[in-house]
Nanobody, 122 residues
Framework: QVQLVQSGGGLVQPGGSLRLSCVASGSIFSINAMGWYRQAPGKQRELVADIGSAGSTNYADSVKGRFTISRDNAKNTVNLQMNSLKFEDTAVYYC????????????????WGQGTQVTVSS
């Protein structure tokens, strides 16, 4: 019914930049928050950044000043621009969106992208 498809990611040297994108499609009436999470080996999944439908943003302390989240409501997309990447940013990154599929109720579901590997290595 609803799919989140991610693109971007890959291998980059420390100090480099990458951009992640995520497009939501399918049975979508409204999208509330959209965000990016990451999970490093042996660690729990953690919030990287999220953005509300009106554009308010929230960042993990570890990425503030380096990462920028943005969204295009007309295209149901969310992006993550990652600059000044560090070794510790290496992880699988997942996009997330809270979506309502029907106009006549107030039921929202959380959907996840397929995950994409970001590796920071020299």
């Amino acid at each position: 019914q609803v799919q989140l498809v991610q693109s971007g990611g890959g291998l980059v040297q420390p100090g480099g930049s990458l951009r992640l994108s995520c497009v939501a499609s399918g049975s979508i009436f409204s999208i509330n928050a959209m965000g990016w999470y990451r999970q490093a080996p042996g660690k729990q999944r953690e919030l990287v950044a999220d953005i509300g439908s009106a554009g308010s943003t929230n960042y993990a302390d570890s990425v503030k000043g380096r990462f920028t989240i943005s969204r295009d409501n007309a295209k149901n997309t969310v992006n993550l621009q990652m600059n000044s990447l560090k070794f510790e940013d290496t992880a699988v990154y997942y996009c997330n969106a809270v979506i309502k599929s029907r106009p006549y109720d107030n039921i929202w579901f959380s959907y996840w992208g397929q995950g994409t590997q970001v590796t920071v290595s020299s």
